[in-house]
T-cell receptor
Framework: GAGVSQSPRYKVAKRGQDVALRCDPI?????LFWYQQALGQGPEFLTY????????KSGLPSDRFFAERPEGSVSTLKIQRTQQEDSAVYLC????????????FGSGTQLSVL | AQSVTQPDIHITVSEGASLELRCNYS??????LFWYVQSPGQGLQLLLK??????LVQGIKGFEAEFKRSQSSFNLRKPSVHWSDAAEYFC???????????FGDGTTLTVKP
């Protein structure tokens, strides 16, 4: 496809469950970003990859959050032992080059933790 | 630390009227500045960006923004709003040639017929 693809579109988890969110960036894009968007707020930075290297994970809220991009393309954001406060929309974005110059966002995964 | 403030949570304008959405940022040097638009159920789309040079930046869909260093502002404008412009608008700031961008909490635009 032409854009950034995220799956699943919606995810409902029981508190304590582990979840995995997938992002397929635009083909050839070097950089990949994860953001968390709570209801009524702007996106908050979680982490950033340049190819397979995770260059910045300063925004990950706790050690329950883990992201990977093993082959420099598809990325997975994993949340272990989900909590209610993890409920949010998780946005993935990619960029052709190595910086934040122009981000292309996916439609997001809406996570609801019950 | 970088931060963004969008003072207006919600703005309503009549179709055909002019629009200005405010954005103030905090950053130690000259940052990268962005405006994104988000329609319901869709991802954010870049409207325009400022990196350097001319402080008046033209974007897509007829939008423009002006960087004012003295006021730490980057306000978004459009001379004549269309009903299809109704959406949420986010201002963002980022360090040049870096990864992280910091977003404001957004301004929701409603367009009256």
């Amino acid at each position: 496809g032409a854009g950034v693809s995220q799956s699943p579109r919606y995810k409902v988890a029981k508190r304590g469950q582990d979840v995995a969110l997938r992002c397929d960036p635009i083909s050839g894009h070097v950089s990949l970003f994860w953001y968390q968007q709570a209801l009524g707020q702007g996106p908050e930075f979680l982490t950033y990859f340049q190819n397979e290297a995770q260059l910045d994970k300063s925004g990950l809220p706790s050690d329950r959050f883990f992201a990977e991009r093993p082959e420099g393309s598809v990325s997975t954001l994993k949340i272990q032992r989900t909590q209610q406060e993890d409920s949010a929309v998780y946005l993935c974005a990619s960029s052709l080059r190595t910086t934040n110059e122009k981000l292309f966002f996916g439609s997001g995964t809406q996570l609801s933790v019950l | 630390a970088q931060s963004v403030t969008q003072p207006d949570i919600h703005i309503t304008v009549s179709e055909g009227a002019s629009l200005e959405l405010r954005c103030n940022y905090s950053y130690g040097a000259t940052p990268y500045l962005f405006w994104y638009v988000q329609s319901p159920g869709q991802g954010l789309q870049l409207l325009l960006k400022y990196f350097s040079g001319d402080t008046l930046v033209q974007g897509i869909k007829g939008f423009e923004a002006e960087f004012k260093r003295s006021q730490s502002s980057f306000n978004l404008r459009k001379p004549s709003v269309h009903w299809s412009d109704a959406a949420e608008y986010f201002c963002a700031v980022g360090a040049p040639d870096a990864g992280k961008s910091t977003f404001g909490d957004g301004t929701t635009l409603t367009v009256k017929p």
